[in-house]
């Protein structure tokens, strides 16, 4: 849960001497204008945080060749250069994508390219937000003695699917050995696991700092990684505590449900659609924000929602239209069916002083507790999810109570985890 303050806008001025300005590297495995879920987000905050500072920045980050329009071609690499709102960006991808893009930690292909990026951008520190497409960029910072800081955003590290679920789809706790990922996922070779595991074990053993948002997250890998030692750094909001959304509920009044962010089949927004079908009310709204990657799963969200008057899909959004979605929103929903983690969406919506409806793992119910400023639902269980939902539509007050609890509570703001990043930053190098 988010701590009480009394001041919770911490002003970013460190008046850093000129000296102690640096270079930083921010590595991830995709940026905007093409992706913008919360790891993109993070990495951005950071850097327009550090530029602020006076800290050179640049992003490095994997592209499509689809979004590689104007790009200099180098054997099977290309190589694109832009700005996204004032932070400089190098994008790389392949002219013929590998099968195993994303989850490969060894490829030779980037060992040129690599090698002239450090080269020619001399970094001071390197902080990678995810790990995924540009590893090998951090092994070889890690061969040539250059300072890195990861920040675990998921399970990548741990697991090829990133998420800890397994062929079955149920939850994994992390390969305490090779054996248990063999035995939970069959069609992976096993001396193709025991290579990843090492190099990846290897790589965050070498960081000058591992750093999680949550300590759930961070739990999973130390208890894989029995050598790390994690340091929890909160995600930060632009805003720490607006009270936007001061509406009283009255008995009988419609109640209006919303879900914003990526849709992916792990994120459970299937789940929340066959919950909300059986919730047997015309004072049930749902609205729905975001859109996915995947053509075929848009198409059965939307058909979904046809198929019901009462949802509503608006669409892709912004952060400047988050004060309008959580004006309109009396309680967010958030049925997602993997160890989720510190999502956004969830925070800023306890920020705008809306409750939450979550789904009962570890990674939430750090944040969410059940019936004081939100409600939580057995994973994967429609049923449940149904049952709570319509115990909010058939008695709209119990959200009262959960907004004035969150009335006194606040988020961490950017900048105070930029602050938080930027003093390891400096003590690490």
């Known amino acids: 849960m988010p701590q009480k303050k009394e001041n919770f806008l911490l002003d970013f001025k460190t008046n850093l001497p000129e000296e102690s300005k640096i270079k930083i590297l921010y590595l991830v495995h995709q940026f905007y204008p093409y992706y913008f879920s919360g790891t993109e987000k993070f990495v951005y905050h950071m850097a327009t945080c550090m530029q602020k500072q006076g800290h050179q920045v640049k992003v490095v980050t994997f592209a499509f060749k689809e979004n590689l329009g104007n790009s200099k071609k180098e054997g099977n690499l290309l190589t694109e250069r832009y700005m996204y709102n004032g932070i400089p960006v190098i994008s790389f991808g392949y002219e013929k994508i590998r099968?195993?893009?994303?989850?490969?930690?060894?490829?030779?292909?980037?060992?040129?390219f690599t090698e002239k990026l450090l080269s020619e951008e001399k970094p001071d520190v390197i902080h990678a937000g995810h790990l995924m497409r540009v590893f090998d960029i951090l092994k070889s910072a890690k061969m040539k003695s250059i300072p890195y800081i990861v920040t675990l955003t998921d399970f990548w590290a741990l697991c090829f699917r990133g998420i800890l679920v397994d062929s079955n789809l149920d939850l994994c706790t992390g390969p305490k050995e090779t054996e248990k990922c063999v035995r939970r996922c069959p069609h992976l070779p096993q001396e193709i696991i025991d290579f990843r595991l090492k190099e990846t074990r290897e790589l965050l053993k070498g960081a000058k700092a591992v750093c999680s948002p949550t300590n759930f997250l961070a739990n999973i890998y130390m208890n894989a990684i029995p050598a790390l030692n994690i340091k929890v750094i909160e995600l930060g909001l632009k805003i720490g505590k607006v009270i936007n959304n001061q509406k009283r509920m009255e008995k009988g009044d419609p109640v209006t449900f919303m879900f914003?962010?990526?849709?992916l089949p792990h994120k459970g927004l299937s789940v929340?659609?066959?919950?909300?079908?059986?919730?047997k009310s015309d004072k049930a709204v749902l609205n729905i924000y975001g859109?996915?990657?995947?053509?075929?799963?848009?198409?059965?969200?939307?058909?979904?929602?046809?198929?019901?008057?009462?949802?509503?899909?608006?669409?892709?959004f912004c952060e400047e239209d988050l004060p309008m979605i959580f004006r309109e929103s009396d309680c967010s929903v958030v049925p997602s069916i993997w160890w989720e983690n510190s999502p956004y969406m969830m925070k800023e919506a306890l920020a705008y002083n809306v409750p939450v409806i979550a789904t009962n793992v570890n990674g939430l119910t750090e944040y969410v507790k059940d019936g004081f400023n939100g409600f939580t639902f057995r994973l994967g269980d429609s049923w449940h999810l149904r049952e709570v939902m319509e115990r909010i539509v058939n008695d709209p007050q119990l959200l009262n109570m959960m907004k004035g609890n969150l009335a006194k509570y606040i988020m961490p703001t950017v900048e105070e985890e930029a602050y938080a990043y930027e003093k390891l930053y400096i003590s690490r190098m």
């Open 99 to 112: 099968a195993d893009v994303h989850y490969q930690v060894d490829n030779q292909e980037m060992k040129r």
């Open 260 to 263: 914003g962010g990526t849709w």
């Open 291 to 316: 859109a996915g990657p995947d053509a075929a799963y848009n198409d059965l969200v939307i058909n979904s929602a046809k198929k019901d008057k009462r949802i509503q899909i608006k669409g892709v």
């Open 272 to 279: 929340l659609l066959k919950a909300f079908g059986k919730v």
